[in-house]
């Protein structure tokens, strides 16, 4: 307190003078403050450079038109301060889909973690198919198509196969689709182009094949009617049925009169039927000569557009799907060889499941190649209406989701290829198209 009155003592007696001194002692004490805050907050080794001092260095940032590279004073594992003019910059990175259009454009070289763009892959145009036959037609030929199509079931991956129909139908080129059990993507295709080619089976019990314990009258009578009994309501009757699978070769006498009593039947119907879907590498030659199937084949002959003889033709090597050719796929031509020699005329036929092994397609390219060599292949007999790869349904090891690879590149296939035929065309020799 003494110290005080002291103090008080010195200043000056007008109250205006004391009231100058006093604020004159506010700002000493401020200025000190803020001297003593820069001192604090200033880093080492000189002042935070300004945006003219950034422009004359080095940078850290990379730019459009430099190499990237980092300030001397940074080292590996401390970045270097980003600049204040990067902020929008960075906003965009990680923002990318709220930019407004024109702002922040990207730079032309990307930093590590910005993922880079896929470069589209432009659609090819398809060939003027209407123009193309015009041009075959002036030169006494036919143009055929790529008949190369899927086998689909109850499940599995068709991931596309209706944009893959929508395409070809715009272009008016027909595809071939058989399904197995699973009606609706068979009554799509139909609805896409009424050209297209269709094929059901249905599987399971006595689905399968006639019993083969009763007379091929008895046998054909019980399996017809439980196949009409099990068709789904929507069925569409331009379908092909399938009505048999992989069934015994040795009984292929028989098997031939069964199916003869079931074309009958068809026919009486209004049914589209393709008998026998053998295995691949069957039947032997000799059986197509055998009574019961030449009654068939006579009947067959006579009514092309609604009986067939259905055929499987896998290779058995993913990596060869000339594997024995023709003892595997091309074994078709035994059929017509047999029935050039009884004077029957060619079946038509359909290749009902065709591939490399059950549960294996190969890459992309190789799959691709092998389907151009049998597609010529298919394309020289007009009587081989399609064929179905084999398989975009479920099970068999996932094989859905390698064949699902292939319908893009098959659309764009079919877009842009297709064979010229001369009216009655009948190759006789195999080895024409040996690969």
Known sequence: MKAWNRLVGYLPASPFARIALAVLGLVVVAAAGVGLARLVSSPEGGATPTAASVGAGPSAVPTASASPRRASTSTATEPAEPRADTTREQDRVLLPFLSRPG?????????????????????????????????????????????????????????????YLGGLAQVGVPAVVKSADAYGVCLEALQANPENVTVFRMTGGDLELPDYGLDPVTAADQHWARILEALPPEFDQRTWLEVMNEPDKARADWLGAVAERIGELALRDGYRVAAFGWSSGEP???HWRLAGMRAYLSLAAEHPDQLAVALHEYSYDVENIANQYPSLVG?????????????????????????????????????????????ALYGAYPQVRGAALWYLGPGYGGIANQAQRLIVPMWYYAWGEYFAVEPGQAPRDPAVFAP
């Open 331 to 375: 074994r078709f031509q035994d059929l017509f060889l047999a029935c050039d020699e009884m004077g029957i005329a060619r079946p038509t036929v359909l290749i009902t499941e065709w591939g490399w092994e059950s549960e294996s397609v190969p890459e992309v390219g190789q799959a691709m190649e092998d389907i151009a060599w049998a597609s």
């Open 284 to 286: 032997e030659p000799e």
């Open 103 to 163: 702002e922040g454009e990207p730079s032309s070289t990307p930093t590590p973690d910005e993922p880079k763009k896929p470069t589209p892959t432009p659609t090819p145009e398809p060939v003027d198919f209407e123009a193309v036959r015009q041009e075959l037609a002036a030169e006494g030929k036919e143009l055929a198509y790529v008949k190369i199509g899927f086998h689909a079931g109850p499940g599995g991956n068709m991931r596309g196969l209706g944009e």
